[in-house]
């Protein structure tokens, strides 16, 4: 029973091997056979297909690389022990040091000027979107506000993954460093400004519900607030001035107003 798990050259070659085999065939078998014999009968059998292609990755997949890791595991301990040693020290001390990066160091070298100079300039975030047609209907604030969410959104998760309590002061500095960062890439923008609580700018529902979709004369109020005009050119009526086009302006998320020089405006949800 010992020689058994005794790990020589050849019998890792032939594990390595018959283990490649077994993906190969498994994978062969499943086009043939597998694919034909799932499940069916539309939105009721979605759980039971998940569950058999699942059971068909770990038939081709997970006994061979099991094995594969067991075997290889072996023949590492038994053939270069002490360099197996080092190995996995190395390994803990690295998680060990990547660890200690994200939860004390990464929010200290990861600044809000740093994380700024990661995001895509708005020529790059342009020919991305039209890789997949995606602004293929938008008009040129439909773009500028689809970049600013995109922008914001991005420095945004950045500032969560390094702090499990939210800072506002911080969260703002992070918004301001980003859209500071790349504003004057976008046409006839001249400012702009990170509305952590837009409720702040109209006026009271009195004592309802704090949580509720912003209505025209609501968001209107918003620029009145700065003195400007709803932008009236996007692809669809944005801000509900004929229509009651289905939006997401929900009173507690985030807001960005956008300002251009010809005194109009846009707003955008600021989440991330």
């Avoid at 799932?38 to 099991?66: C, E, K, T």
């Avoid at 996995?88 to 994380?115: F, M, Q, S, W």
């Avoid at 209907?137 to 939210?166: F, P």
């Amino acid at each position: 029973m010992r020689d058994f798990f005794q790990i020589t050259n050849t019998k890792l070659l032939i594990i390595l091997g018959l283990s490649v085999l077994w993906i190969i065939a498994g994978t062969v078998l499943y086009a043939l056979v597998g694919v034909n014999h799932g499940p069916d009968g539309g939105l009721d059998s979605i759980a039971d297909a998940i569950v058999y292609v699942f059971f068909w990755r770990i038939m081709i997949y997970g006994i061979p690389l099991l094995v594969s890791g067991v075997t290889l595991f072996l023949w590492l301990f038994q053939k270069h022990r002490k360099a197996f040693v080092w190995i996995i020290a190395a390994v803990i001390v690295g998680i060990a040091a990547l660890i200690v990066y994200d939860r004390c160091l990464k929010k200290h070298v990861n600044t809000p000027e740093r994380v700024a100079g990661h995001i895509d300039t708005y020529e790059e975030w342009g020919k991305e979107q039209a890789r997949y047609g995606t602004e293929e209907k938008y008009t040129e604030s439909d773009r500028i506000c689809e970049y600013v969410q995109d922008v914001i959104y991005y420095a945004v998760s950045e500032y969560h993954s390094m702090n499990d309590e939210d800072d506002l002061v911080r969260r703002t500095e992070y918004v301001n460093a980003a859209l500071e960062a790349h504003y004057r890439e976008l046409p006839h923008v001249e400012s702009w400004e990170y509305i952590p609580d837009v409720r702040n700018l109209i006026p009271s529902r009195g004592e309802g519900d704090d949580k509720f979709l912003l209505n025209h004369s609501e968001l209107c109020a918003v620029a009145d607030h700065y003195g400007k005009k709803l932008r009236t050119d996007h692809w669809y009526d944005r801000y509900q001035f004929n229509s009651s086009a289905i939006a997401e302006w929900y009173s507690w998320l985030p807001m960005c107003a956008v300002i251009y020089d010809d005194g109009t405006m846009d707003i955008v949800i600021a989440t991330g």
